[in-house]
């Protein structure tokens, strides 16, 4: 299983652009990346997913560099609303869900 | 809508006292997963199960029990030998469980305290 690391918390103000950076060094070639968002007292929602280069979706972009051994997970334009806890998880196309591990996350608090 | 449920969202026991957690889903989802919750830490996988009447142990099954008698319900006994039950309890489903590529959805969770 590929280890993940990424700050353990970040602050920002609204109207920013936020880059969260996932570092997963030994990750294999069958894994992609996937990043959860989790709000207080609630069950993590899934943001977005990939494998390499760029992904986005409406709620952020996913950038991924050809050696894949990190990740930056960019919300554009954050409000208060995205205030949460976001994990980086690596996995296993091939594995079962079960082998997914939720690290402790980046604990984001987004400031007036 | 289509979800997860779990019921009830606060739970309190005594020590010593089994409780079962309710984990319902209406997503035709083949899998089903229970995860712990500590403050400030990550989800911890105690047990899944990727098709009726099977499941298997995750990382802390240790003091759970779990059942998968039918394809939407998938509840979570915690007993007595859980030594600190006190949590936040988490239930999960995914299309499939062969492969962790699928997104899991997640419940509201319920929290539990042992008085």
């Given at each position: 299983l590929a280890k993940t690391t990424q700050p353990i918390s970040m602050d920002s103000y609204e109207g920013q652009e936020v880059n969260i950076t996932c570092s997963h060094?030994?990750?294999?070639?069958?894994d992609y990346i996937t990043w959860y968002q989790q709000f207080p007292s609630q069950g993590p929602r899934f943001i977005i997913q990939g494998y390499k280069t760029k992904v986005t979706n409406e709620v952020a972009s996913l950038f991924i560099p050809a050696d894949r051994k990190s990740s930056t997970l960019s919300l554009p334009r954050v409000s208060l609303s995205d205030t949460a806890v976001y994990y980086c998880l690596v996995g296993d196309l091939y594995s079962s869900a079960s082998k997914i591990i939720f690290g402790s996350g980046t604990r984001l608090s987004i400031r007036p | 809508d289509g979800g997860i449920t779990q019921s009830p969202k606060y739970l309190f026991r005594k020590e010593g006292q089994n409780v079962t957690l309710s984990c319902e889903q209406n997503?035709?989802?083949d899998a089903m997963y229970w995860y712990r919750q500590d403050p400030g830490q990550g989800l911890r996988l105690i047990y899944y199960s990727q098709i009726v009447n099977d499941f298997q142990k995750g990382d802390i099954a240790e003091g759970y029990s779990v059942s998968r008698e039918k394809k939407e319900s998938f509840p979570l006994t915690v007993t007595s030998?859980?030594?600190?039950?006190?949590a936040f309890y988490l239930c999960a489903s995914s299309p499939?469980?062969?492969?962790?590529y699928n997104e899991q959805f997640f419940g509201p969770g319920t929290r539990l305290t042992v008085l």
């Open positions: 060094n030994n990750i294999a070639t069958n | 997503l035709n989802h030998a859980q030594k600190n039950p006190t499939s469980g062969r492969s962790s």
